[in-house]
T-cell receptor, first 115, second 116 residues
Framework: AQKVTQAQTEISVVEKEDVTLDCVYE???????LFWYKQPPSGELVFLIR??????QNEISGRYSWNFQKSTSSFNFTITASQVVDSAVYFC????????????FGPGTSLSVIP | DTAVSQTPKYLVTQMGNDKSIKCEQN?????MYWYKQDSKKFLKIMFS???????INETVPNRFSPKSPDKAHLNLHINSLELGDSAVYFC???????????????FGPGTRLLVL
């Protein structure tokens, strides 16, 4: 069965600190997709990144970076120099490659950035 | 130029009533979804449609019935509302999965349903 674990329920950091959100997944598939979504206090779900399992290159987008380690089944998300606007719930998600596969969301990590 | 829109944004109703939530996407996607987010923020898929055909139907009470009049719309009708139906319902869409489309799902703003 597929599963996504985000062990950190809540994290608080002071503005300008770096913070890493952990994501560990379980799947028997050899090929799959991983995602991160952001849900700010306003409630919408914002897509951040998609990663294919066969592409283990790490990715950087501005202050955001993602570390995909297939050997440890982890897809961690780091925010550098955090800002108050980064305060949100962040979801890691996993999906198989077939059309009938569902997106399995982790329970989310609530990040609070304190000014 | 909203990509995925839902109406209404808020819905407060009495137990036993019937209500509908509408969803529209202007991304040209073929696949649409309904998700439920409970009070603990846990997100779970309810249904998915591809070109108006039901693809995924999770274990959801029969009181929930999705309807897709065309591939740009996926509405959710709920009969005999119960207290436990209170949640945020998200609509999402993605490119045609059956033709190897991109797997990324784009979400609407959500509908906050409160059953009293």
């Amino acid at each position: 069965a597929q599963k996504v674990t985000q062990a950190q329920t809540e994290i608080s950091v002071v503005e300008k600190e770096d913070v890493t959100l952990d994501c560990v997944y379980e799947t028997r598939d050899t090929t799959y997709y991983l995602f991160w979504y952001k849900q700010p206090p306003s409630g919408e779900l914002v897509f951040l990144i998609r990663r294919n399992s066969f592409d283990e290159q790490n990715e950087i987008s501005g202050r955001y970076s993602w570390n995909f380690q297939k050997s440890t089944s982890s897809f961690n998300f780091t925010i550098t120099a955090s800002q108050v606007v980064d305060s949100a719930v962040y979801f890691c998600a996993l999906k198989g490659i077939t059309s009938y596969d569902k997106v399995i969301f982790g329970p989310g990590t609530s990040l609070s950035v304190i000014p | 130029d909203t990509a995925v829109s839902q109406t209404p944004k808020y819905l407060v109703t009495q137990m036993g009533n019937d209500k509908s939530i509408k969803c529209e996407q202007n991304l040209g996607h073929d696949t649409m979804y309904w998700y439920k987010q409970d009070s603990k923020k846990f997100l779970k898929i309810m249904f998915s449609y591809n070109n108006k055909e039901l693809i995924i139907n999770e274990t959801v009470p029969n009181r929930f019935s999705p309807k897709s009049p065309d591939k740009a719309h996926l509405n959710l009708h709920i009969n005999s509302l119960e207290l436990g139906d209170s949640a945020v319902y998200f609509c999402a869409s993605s490119q045609d999965l059956f033709r190897g489309g991109e797997e990324t799902q784009y979400f609407g703003p959500g509908t906050r349903l409160l059953v009293l």
